[in-house]
């Protein structure tokens, strides 16, 4: 049975939610599920908006069936080749054949090292940026995203009502329950956080290609967004378009320590545990403590993308750095992390080397201040001590 939304007079979604997936891409955690969505224009010409995730096909393919009630489909616009959306590209070709796949030259490509089955060239409308594409009362235009998140990426915008369909750009983790705009939920308490583990895990690397599309973006009359994941935006579009502005020039949202420490028998995160308790009494409010042993790195990332100040304290671990420290270092600088002052807070028994290497691996970030003042503990903090952490808090705690 159907389960279909109107979006606009003639603009209908016809995606679907996983609660299912333990782990996005095979690697983040989602207890909130997903939503993949996909979008159809009923005009003269009827448009389908990318497909879906293949756990979620068999609701799609009823929407969609639903929907054109025996019209044919016409086009089918891929804005985006990776498989959470475009999985359905041959089964769409097999149940209405004569639709044109709306695309550009890097998607074709695509499109045939995915699905091997040669189509003919008149089964593709390829189009360059900036073309347009007439469906009757709706004209369609093309901008290209390229790396946000692959080098395909394109976005459609429909001139005539200004809706942005934006592929995975202002997407989110969490499934939709009903509620498909962010303004029927308390996006700000509710969702926040997951989109900005969305963003920064999933494009969180391409900050430059995304402000060069929010450049592109602001010449545009945007009335509304339609993402591939998470909630359509149809008023305060603001919000989120700064928040992506500021993600993606690697600025801090606000003033904020992360602490992530590594530690084996405790006395690493003790060590973490007395400096947050000096920061608070230097008047520091938003302390976030993170063992990441426990907590899954994206998490983490996400949180660095949010705060100031970072510190990271590991035990010294087969001669090299705590393993899951080690695993978040290399993921936060793949992420591309910028403009951060960082601190750091080492642990060794006999020979501590993770505060060196840390500082060796994170010289890869960009206009990151890494602190001086390594804090070095033997087996566990030392009464004469507390005065560097001391030290460590007031400076952290400076503007
Ligand atoms: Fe939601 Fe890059 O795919």
């Known amino acids: ?103 550009n030259t890097k998607t074709k490509q695509m499109i045939e090292q995915f699905f091997p089955q040669t189509y003919a060239e008149d089964t593709f409308l390829l189009i360059k940026e900036g073309d347009t594409l007439s469906t009757g009362n709706h004209e369609l235009t093309f901008i290209f995203a390229p790396m946000v998140h692959w080098p395909e990426v394109m976005l459609t915008f429909d001139k005539t009502t200004g809706t942005l369909f934006s592929a995975d750009a202002f997407g989110t983790f969490g499934a939709l329950n009903g509620n498909i705009f962010a303004d029927e939920v308390d996006f700000e308490k509710d969702y926040l956080d997951e989109a900005r583990r969305y963003y920064t895990n999933i494009v ?83 302390i976030k403590m993170y063992d990441v042993s426990v907590t899954h790195p994206s998490y983490i990332i996400s949180e660095c993308f949010k705060y100031s100040d970072l510190i990271f304290a590991a035990s010294t671990y087969n001669a090299g750095i705590f393993v899951n420290m080690e695993n978040l270092l290399h993921d936060i600088i793949a992420h591309n992390l910028q403009n951060r002052k960082i601190f750091l807070i080492d642990n060794g028994s006999w020979a501590p080397i ?38 460590m808090a007031k400076e952290i705690a400076l503007p």
């Open 1 to 103: 049975m159907y389960n279909i939304r109107k979006v606009t007079e003639d603009l209908y979604w016809i995606g679907s939610s996983d609660r299912r997936l333990a782990l996005f891409e095979n690697v983040y955690p989602i207890p909130q599920g997903v939503a993949y969505n996909s979008y159809v224009l009923t005009d003269k010409k009827t448009v389908l908006f990318d497909t879906v995730d293949s756990a979620v096909a068999a609701r799609f393919f009823e929407n969609l069936r639903q929907i054109l009630s025996g019209k044919p489909l016409d086009y089918m616009v891929i804005n985006h080749m990776e498989p959470d959306h475009c999985s359905q590209i041959a089964n769409i070709m097999r149940e209405y054949p004569s639709v044109k796949i709306v695309c």
């Open 204 to 286: 969180g690397k391409y900050g430059q290609q995304v402000q060069m599309l929010l450049k592109k973006a602001s010449a545009l009359n945007i009335e509304m967004i339609c993402p591939l994941h998470g909630f359509i935006w149809r008023q305060n579009l603001q919000f989120i378009l700064e928040k992506y502005n500021k993600w993606s020039a690697y600025e801090p949202e606000e003033k904020g320590v992360v602490i992530a420490y590594g530690s084996i028998y405790g006395n690493t995160e003790n060590a973490a545990e007395i400096l947050a308790s000096k920061l608070a009494e230097q008047g520091v409010k938003n």
């Open 354 to 391: 993770a505060g060196k290497q840390m500082r060796e691996l994170l010289q890869g970030l960009k206009n990151c201040n890494v602190s001086e003042n390594t804090i070095s503990i033997k087996s566990a903090l030392q009464e004469n001590q507390i005065s560097a952490l001391e030290q």
